[in-house]
């Protein structure tokens, strides 16, 4: 399996929590909050975007039917 780079960044952003979510930049002093941007009702956290957050249900279900990269096609589009 290869990727190309943008796949390689989201790759990369899972697995070492340099990523584009809130908690990251948060920790970093970038931003005020750690709320999600989709529902707004806890911190926006890797495993809150892939499994919890019920505002990113249509997409993460709309991904889960691809294959193999249907995860990183889903954080993709959701902007991690
Ligand atoms: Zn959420």
């Given at each position: 399996m290869t990727f190309n780079g943008i796949q390689s960044r989201v790759v990369t952003g899972f697995l070492t929590?340099?990523?584009?979510?809130r908690r990251h930049l948060y920790l970093l002093g970038l931003l005020d909050s750690l709320l999600c941007r989709k529902c707004g009702v806890t911190d926006e956290t890797l495993a809150h975007i892939l499994c919890e957050c019920e505002a990113s249900d249509s997409l993460r279900h709309a991904y889960?039917?691809?294959?193999?990269l249907g995860w990183l096609l889903f954080l993709r589009a959701g902007g991690c």
């Open positions: 929590g340099f990523n584009t979510l889960r039917t691809v294959p193999y």
